[in-house]
């Protein structure tokens, strides 16, 4: 396999892109075996790119900004809510995405929903990836769910970045009022009604996944997409685990009621890490994944780098292999 010199490997198909382009031969260039493209030229796997770790945390550091600016916090039916919300929209706007934004409401509040399509691929096959924008009304959620919405933004800038052209439509959804139980997602999905349910090939969840004791969990329910995610890790030299607690717990379950496929990845919350977990993982035994679940102290300071970054790669490199 061959490596581009940031490092990150080149599917054999993508070698044969890039060889091509470059003048060579599929054939000659690479180590690895390459098969050349056929005479229709079919064309090769595109490859995700590297998500940049310190794009993901300048949207943390907003995100931040606006909690500070608005009474500490991020919440359902708060300012801090919909300032989150526009900040997301506008990267999207300026960055070529067709926003849309769906008005709710739960508990006496306005809620909102944020879509962003990319323009472009089958319709009636549409890869979804969300992660809820809102946080917790006693803190500014950076970790829960900061860093899953930041993940999935700068994953959706870096399609736009890079011109990607799916055979599938992408569309990125960020929920709102999943703290006070799955409420946006579930408007979501009641509202699609079963023909466009039934244009949903997948939805991957991303919910907490920067904590700063991780864990590094994937959803067991749909296996191409579980094993999606396990390819990617065990490339990288890190096991996974199974989260076993997630069903119900998030997003994704509006979703996966609804017969869609799903599965996402979780760094951990308020369980205490093994020495088992330890042992493969590091971090502190005993201590919770993240000791600043659903708190004040949930902010910039709360998150691993290293997970938040192998989480937001995992989330192209799945982005991209799901909808070739
Ligand atoms: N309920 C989510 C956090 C959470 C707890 N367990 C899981 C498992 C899988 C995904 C998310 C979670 C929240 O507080 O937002
Ligand atoms: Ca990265
Ligand atoms: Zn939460
Ligand atoms: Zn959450």
Known sequence: MQLLPSGRALTAGAVAVVTLMAGGSAAGAASAPVHPATPTGTAAAAAAPDIPIANVKTHLRQLQSIATANGGNRAHGRAGYRASLDYMKAKLDAAGFTTRVQQFSASGRTGYNLTADWPGGDASQIVMAGSHLDSVASGPGINDNGSGSSAVLETALAVARSGYQPTKHLRFAWWGAEELGLVGSR?????????????????????????????????????????TFKDYFSGIGISTEIETEGDGRSDHAPFKNAGVPVGGLFSGADYRKTSAQAAKWGGTVGQPFDRCYHSSCDTTANIDDTALDRNSDAIAYAVWELSQ
């Open 187 to 227: 408007y979501y999905v009641n509202s699609l009604g079963s023909a466009e349910r039934a244009k949903i090939s997948g939805y991957l969840n991303f919910d907490m996944i920067g904590s700063p004791n991780p864990g590094y969990f994937v959803y067991d329910d749909d296996p191409t997409i579980e094993k």
